[in-house]
């Protein structure tokens, strides 16, 4: 059974961090603290200077990583493969934009297979421009994650998850970039019942999630919850990996 399976056998508790956020030593020992706290799927996003999905959060921990930090992709690997050095059962996803990978995209799937990563997601690729990289990670064996969102219709969702048998499926439950949001959408359920009629693969709910009863009332209709921009806000208020532990820990109720 692959790691990513092995996370959503028992609900996917999936978490996002920037990487290089507080350079290479304090990024690992912080995604190392999700994992203290329960998460089984960690998403390692590495730095963009225009992330045009992700709201203000996000961003800023983005250009930290980049300007006080100097993260590259390779830096990126570099992190996921202490990780991996520290952690062999849980599941990693590299979070991308295109432009930071695309020079050498069959390079960059092989390093990151090579880092330790199970999956890679590319935000910003339409599925009509995915051939190339779908192609790479059939030939080096990583998953390629796709996003679908509220406004995708059930043509377009057949059509993006035709042929695709392992990974997950992220669905962005709420329109517009990241962000925490006070509450989820009334037509989740409704939502992912749809996905459901064309793809077997696990959804993961993303987008917007700030607590712990958003977290399990989500895990209450879908195979995992995704936080990010909530957990991200802590690194940047400096919280210990102790203490983000513990806020991990309340956040998916993990005794």
Known sequence: MSRINMAFANKAKVAYLTAGDGGI????ENFVALVKGGVNLLEVGIPYSDPVADGPVIQAAMERALKEHNTTVDTSLEIVSKIRSQDNQVAIILFTYYNPIQTNLAEFIRKAKDAGAD?????????????????WCKVYGISPITVVAPSTTQKRIKTILAGLDNG???YACQKGTTGT???????LATHLDSIREVTKL???VGFGVSNSQMVSDILKVAD??????????QIANNVTPAELTKITQGLYNVA
Do not use: M, W
Request: charged share 25%; hydrophobic share 40%; with cysteine.
């Open 25 to 28: 030593a304090k990024s690992v």
């Open 119 to 135: 999956g890679v997601l590319v935000v910003d690729l339409p599925y009509e421009e995915a051939g190339e990289l779908r192609h």
């Open 168 to 170: 997950f499926v992220y």
């Open 181 to 187: 949001r006070d509450g989820l959408p009334e037509d």
């Open 202 to 204: 696990p959804i993961a």
């Open 224 to 233: 995992g919850c995704v936080v990010g921009s909530y957990l991200v806000k």
